[in-house]
């Protein structure tokens, strides 16, 4: 092959890595406009090896707002596709628990037990920063409050940090408390009652919230069955509450016979394999997105299982760091996770009322609030007479 040759084929190279680049950039576009995106940000630092991405949903209400998870995914689209819908979720949980902050997200692509540095966090801070106050991050999945103290060097668009680098601390200790306050709303609605007391709990992941749920059940009075792919965090739990958590396979866990099934792992538990394994009367648990696709909400329905929106029940690390931008105070935040109890209630009546999926109930209930603001927000704020040109 001559030198001409080899340049032309380079040149055709070019062409078509060029054509799949277009295309993927149609891709990306049209994903966005299937979940209503307004901005998705690429970010790559080759020293620290920190791949990521952000994604901004919605800023009606305010800055988007959203944790930042860790996860080895297996492919840049996995992650993509579950940036956007984290993001798109948090538009609707900071609409329901009455924040005025959008829907973001950001995804590391790695593994947290071994591609963890600082330097990556102070990557991770300066990307953030570089969003100019439109996003604002801290800790979810495989992250935690202290990773985020190496961001918050570089960026002030750092929450969710240990109190005693002047933060709100673990997000996950509202988190739990909003949840068990999603399982008592959900014990009156079907027993009349909010006593947990007696009732059993099967819980999917004993992580950061996970662990704290149990306790809080065991608290309570519940049963509690648990499973975890990390069997040390069980065996612990096991030790420390005996009779009271009986441990079952992560695959099972999805399947034991109980009266709430919490998933508190990752989103997209019920889905087509699992929903007619189901053999819970109410799901109650933390994990983002636990609806594979919104007709898994209409078929839970149908079959007559009781879904607490996960993101109702599962927004109390949102409120608290929130309420950490405004200025932190512990029983606001208290207060305000409690309110889950209260709102839940109302979904599930709307959801009676309408007999609609109450995924449905909330989604119509979370809109019709941020149409209210986007409403108030035509009205001009102010106006600098300087701008006339005078
Ligand atoms: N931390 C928060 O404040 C917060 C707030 C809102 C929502 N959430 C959501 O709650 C869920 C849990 O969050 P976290 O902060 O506890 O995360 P975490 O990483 O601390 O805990 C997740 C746990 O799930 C386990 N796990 C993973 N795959 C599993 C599987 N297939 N079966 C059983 N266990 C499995 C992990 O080993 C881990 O112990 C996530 O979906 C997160 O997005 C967390």
Not at 61 to 76: H, N, Q
Not at 178 to 202: F, N
Not at 307 to 317: M, T, W
Not at 342 to 358: G, P
Request: charged share 25%; glycine share 12%; proline share 3%.
């Amino acid at each position: 092959m001559g030198m001409r040759d080899m340049g032309s084929m380079k040149i055709d190279q070019g062409k078509n890595q060029e054509r799949e680049d277009q295309a993927m950039m149609r891709d990306i576009f049209d994903l966005m406009d299937q979940h209503g995106h307004e901005q998705v940000v690429f970010c790559r630092h080759r020293p620290t090896g920190l791949k990521a991405i952000i994604a901004i949903h919605n800023t009606t209400l305010g800055p988007a707002l959203g944790g930042c998870r860790m996860i080895p995914y297996s492919s840049t689209d996995e992650a993509l596709e579950d940036v956007l819908r984290l993001s798109k979720g948090m538009t609707y949980k900071c609409g329901l628990a009455d924040a005025d902050f959008g829907g973001g997200k950001m995804v590391i692509i790695g593994d947290p037990r071994t591609d963890k540095t600082p330097e990556l966090f102070r990557a991770v801070g300066r990307f953030v920063e570089g969003l100019n106050g439109r996003f604002l991050t801290g800790t979810d999945m495989g992250t935690y409050a202290e990773d985020f103290v190496h961001a918050a060097k570089e960026s002030k668009a750092i929450v969710g940090l240990p109190k005693e680098h002047g933060g709100s601390g673990d997000t996950s200790i509202p988190t739990a408390f909003g949840v068990l306050q999603g399982m008592k709303a959900t014990a009156k609605y079907l027993w009349g009652s909010p006593e947990l007391r007696g009732r059993k709990v099967a819980v999917q992941g004993v992580g950061k919230v996970g662990y704290r749920l149990v306790e809080l059940l065991v608290a309570e009075g519940a049963r509690v069955v648990i499973a975890d792919i990390n069997e040390e965090r069980c065996m612990e739990l096991a030790e420390k509450y005996g009779d009271n958590v009986e441990l079952t396979g992560v695959d099972t866990i999805h399947r034991v016979e109980c009266d709430i099934f919490a998933p508190c792992a990752r989103g997209g538990v019920v889905n087509d394999e699992t929903i007619d394994q189901l053999r819970c009367l109410a799901i109650v648990g933390s994990a983002n997105n636990q609806l594979e696709e919104t007709r898994h909400g209409d078929y839970l329905h149908e079959k007559g299982i009781l879904y607490a929106p996960d993101y109702l029940v599962n927004a109390g690390g949102l409120i608290q760091v929130a309420d950490e931008v405004e200025g932190y105070e512990e029983k606001r935040v208290l207060a305000k996770t409690k309110a889950i109890y209260d709102m839940l209630l109302a979904i599930y009546e709307r959801s009676h009322a309408e007999n609609i999926a109450t995924s449905r109930a909330a989604d119509q209930l979370v809109m019709e609030r941020i149409e209210k603001v986007a409403d108030l927000r035509r009205i001009l704020l102010g106006f600098h007479l300087s701008e006339r040109g005078r």
